[in-house]
Nanobody, 126 residues
Framework: QVQLVESGGGLVQAGGSLRLSCAAS????????MGWFRQAPGKEREFVAV????????LYADSAKGRFTISRDNAKITVYLQMNSLKPEDTAVYYC???????????????????WGQGTQVTVSS
């Protein structure tokens, strides 16, 4: 069974930084697209960032551009999200996910992802 475990969330002041990690285990290879999503209270889960299997393609939500960086380590089947210049509106539970898709595809829709982590809370105080 494929499992994803996120870590790195916490409480930070506005303008601060956090680095999220998500490690995959189980019968999953390192060539699948991986992504980050988030869900704020009372809102739907939304796309944040995605990276293809070799890191050659990345895509970010407009809210994340210029502040967040997604990366991966295929030897560890781990994806990271470096978040800088955090704002109170970034407060949410952050989820990592693995897509069934490989290659250069970088989907932004939830339905393209088959495996999800349990989420890690990020709280940004003003």
């Amino acid at each position: 069974q494929v499992q994803l475990v996120e870590s790195g969330g916490g409480l930070v002041q506005a303008g601060g930084s956090l680095r999220l990690s998500c490690a995959a285990s189980g019968p999953i290879g390192s060539t699948h697209t991986m992504g980050w999503f988030r869900q704020a209270p009372g809102k739907e889960r939304e796309f944040v960032a995605v990276i293809n299997w070799n890191g050659g393609r990345t895509l970010y939500a407009d809210s994340a551009k210029g502040r967040f960086t997604i990366s991966r380590d295929n030897a560890k089947i781990t994806v990271y999200l470096q978040m800088n210049s955090l704002k109170p509106e970034d407060t949410a539970v952050y989820y990592c996910a693995i897509s069934r898709l490989r290659g250069v595809t970088v989907p932004t829709t939830l339905s393209a992802y088959d495996y999800w982590g349990q989420g890690t809370q990020v709280t940004v105080s003003s």
